[in-house]
């Protein structure tokens, strides 16, 4: 693949709609497995983001290998197995990509970027100051598959749930790749959403019922 995974045509795009949105620097930290003979995409993930980080100095990449990560990093980011992307920018919580972020997760993913440049999002006011309340530890897995029209805006709500508030952690997860966690998961359908291994459901929904949810898998009770 010497001409590159992105054509041209994709790169024009991405810096003329996208990387020329970008504010502040993020970073974006790649774990990789050192052995892929179990993982499909992680060679062709490494270069997507190789490509992403080169065509714009706002981007930076780190790679790491998971079998040798820094137990230090491991924890920081809660890390739970390769491949993965933690997107690191002016958001307070921990967003992260399990998996490719291919078809129609790519356009939301690269979207995400440009939003954590800003560390903002497009949620409604009273969700904002409602997200701002939230105290507890909160985890937030969407499962996806590259096919599924619904899936990018239900991941792209958690992502901006974890851009807001420092204690909730988002993530994607696309369940093709990770049959092993997704069968622990039940994931039947997708968007398949869990909160805090706790509250699930499948299907997509707007950002109050998101809200609500996360109230409910932390006891509190929701002012709406």
């Known amino acids: 693949m010497s001409n590159g995974l992105l054509s041209d045509e994709d790169k024009k795009i991405i810096m003329n709609d996208y990387w020329s949105r970008m504010q502040d620097t993020v970073k974006l930290i790649y774990i990789n497995k050192k052995d892929t003979s179990d993982c499909q995409y992680c060679d062709i993930i490494k270069q997507l983001y190789n490509e992403l980080a080169n065509m714009s100095e706002k981007i930076t990449l780190e790679e790491y290998y998971y079998e040798e990560l820094d137990p230090?990093?491991?924890?920081?980011?809660?890390?739970?197995?390769?491949?993965?992307?933690?997107?690191?920018?002016?958001?307070?919580?921990?967003?992260?990509?399990y998996g490719i972020p291919s078809g129609m997760e790519?356009?939301?993913?690269?979207?995400?970027i440009v939003k954590a440049s800003k560390g903002e999002t497009d949620l409604p006011q009273d969700i904002i100051k409602?997200?701002?309340?939230?105290?507890?530890?909160?985890?937030?897995k969407v499962f996806v598959t590259p096919t599924c029209p619904y899936c990018p805006k239900m991941v792209?709500?958690?992502?901006?749930?974890?851009?807001?508030?420092e204690n909730i952690e988002a993530e994607a997860w696309e369940s093709?790749?990770?049959p092993d966690i997704a069968k622990d998961y039940g994931v039947h359908a997708v968007p398949k959403v869990v909160i805090n291994d706790e509250v699930s459901w499948e299907g997509m929904?707007?950002?109050d019922y998101l809200l609500h949810n996360i109230f409910h898998a932390i006891g509190h009770e929701h002012e709406h």
């Open 130 to 140: 409602e997200i701002s309340k939230i105290d507890k530890d909160v985890n937030i």
């Open 72 to 97: 230090k990093i491991l924890n920081k980011y809660k890390i739970k197995t390769a491949p993965v992307v933690v997107i690191k920018g002016r958001n307070k919580g921990l967003i992260k990509f």
């Open 205 to 207: 929904v707007p950002p």
């Open 156 to 165: 792209s709500t958690s992502f901006m749930f974890a851009m807001l508030n």
């Open 176 to 178: 093709i790749e990770f």
């Open 106 to 112: 790519f356009p939301s993913f690269i979207e995400t």
